[in-house]
């Protein structure tokens, strides 16, 4: 039976975000149930294609998600797929009228990944744009529920909103990335000479991006509001711990939230959210 295998198959996309992120998954929970499976099946996609580039080094990087590449085109023509996650991702795409051009620039930002190692203004906007951007904007498909006019309302906010989450990223994981990977995203940043002030005009950035995707998340629609704000409370958690965290520490360590204080926030969030002060 189709229905078993497509069972079977949000199953696969649901164990993915659970067992990568705790956040999103709390995010997802704060979304009304009809969004869950939707949102689980994008992220499935998105972070098959992330753990290719980011962490299958000693494999053929470059085949693998060429192959992946090919095969979420041929699932998208098919309608089903014998991997789950992209017959998960098919059936959203296709539910919700995603663009096609949105999953192209996400994949060529993947790509991105396995050449680039340093980026000048317009590769670091480009990496944004595919690796962040465009996945709020698939969410944000699922959200309106085909309602275009609200999505071109609420498509600049939310581009923002994604800004501000992978700059955030950037900045956690500055270590990992340029001693593990030698990757550096922010342009003309020599991290060799990385200092507080330079930090804080990355910070400044990220607050502009985080003000304009918090308008967007006050007109999204009820069911999808407090799931994307928990989303915006943990991000937003995070950067106040890295605006207080030297930037010496910044380079040496992944500054993290524990998973205790990622629920306390749910906790809290979900008591302004029942008073309306969202």
């Known amino acids: 039976m189709k229905a078993l295998f497509d069972s079977i198959s949000i199953r696969s996309s649901r164990m993915v975000t659970k067992s990568y992120s705790t956040s999103f998954s709390l995010g997802i929970l704060g979304l009304d149930r009809k969004y869950h499976d939707p949102i689980y099946a994008i992220y499935g996609f998105v972070r098959f294609a992330d753990e290719i580039v980011d962490s299958f080094e000693g494999y053929p990087q470059k085949e693998l998600l060429e192959r992946f590449w090919k095969d979420t085109y041929q699932a998208l023509e098919d309608k089903i797929s014998l991997n789950p996650i992209l017959n998960s991702f098919q059936q959203v795409v296709h539910a919700y009228e995603i663009d096609y051009d949105l999953i192209e620039t996400f994949l060529q930002s993947m790509e991105m990944d396995l050449y680039k190692n340093e980026y000048d203004e317009a590769g670091y906007k480009a990496y944004i744009l595919g690796s962040a951007e465009v996945v ?7 959200f309106v529920d085909g309602n275009q006019e609200r999505y071109l309302a609420l498509k600049e906010p939310a581009m923002q909103l994604g800004s501000a989450f992978q700059k955030i ?3 956690r994981d500055l270590h990992a990335d340029y001693q593990s990977l030698g990757r550096t995203y922010f342009p003309g940043v020599d991290l060799d000479n990385f200092n507080e002030e330079v930090k ?10 985080f003000k304009a995707g918090f308008e967007g998340i006050k007109k999204l629609p009820k069911g999808a ?6 989303a915006y409370v943990y991000y937003y958690s995070l950067f106040k711990k890295i605006r207080k965290t030297h930037c010496d520490l910044i380079l040496n360590e992944r500054v993290r939230i524990s998973n205790k204080r990622k629920y306390g926030l749910f906790l809290s969030s979900y008591l302004r959210h029942t008073i309306n002060w969202i």
């Open 136 to 142: 709020g904007l698939m969410c944000l498909k699922v």
């Open 169 to 171: 990223n950037f900045l």
């Open 200 to 209: 804080a005009s990355i910070e400044a950035d990220i607050d502009i991006d």
């Open 225 to 230: 509001r407090f799931g994307v704000y928990i």
